[in-house]
């Protein structure tokens, strides 16, 4: 072995380069597998008009519902909205204040709506502006199955007219063929 250190085939000079790509691989890993802390949205509301910066402390990816569905329910509930959407873009660009929502309020189960016989319901009202979600989707399905009634009825009588026009059409142009041109 000589005074330098060479001839033990051991290579000090290009070991922490050899090691940075492996370090930096175990701390990416590292903070994808790390607990989320908070996750936050922008929270629109509507019936008083408000936004908000919702964060959910403590978030995880699972859970009972949606985090972006928690944030709009939480928001609307406290503040007596009457709708709440999540917004697109960031949430720096949020100018609401923070509202705060544990995210253990997404495992809890939604409140069930009471349940009436089917007799005893009254039929939703056409006026004004529905009360729930629930009233707001069965408008708008009784809404496009009589629009959808409606356009197979035109399309029913457009066909039958057009059948009857090209029936005639028809009977003429035979009419006319037959007399040689004298019924023309």
Known sequence: MD???????????GAPARWLP???LLLFAALLTREAAAQEYCVACSGPNAVYRCVIEGA???GGQPLQMLCATAMAKAGNHAACSVTRGTVFDCDGPVRRVPWSAAN?????????PAATQAPPAAEGPPETVVEMAQRANQQTSEQMKKAGEN???GAKSMGDAVGNATKKTWDCMTSLFTRC
């Open 22 to 24: 492996w370090l930096a």
């Open 60 to 62: 995880q990816p699972q």
């Open 3 to 13: 005074e330098a250190g060479e001839g033990d085939g051991v290579d000090t000079v």
């Open 155 to 157: 399309i029913s009588q």
């Open 108 to 116: 809890a189960p939604l409140p069930a709506a009471p349940q009436q």
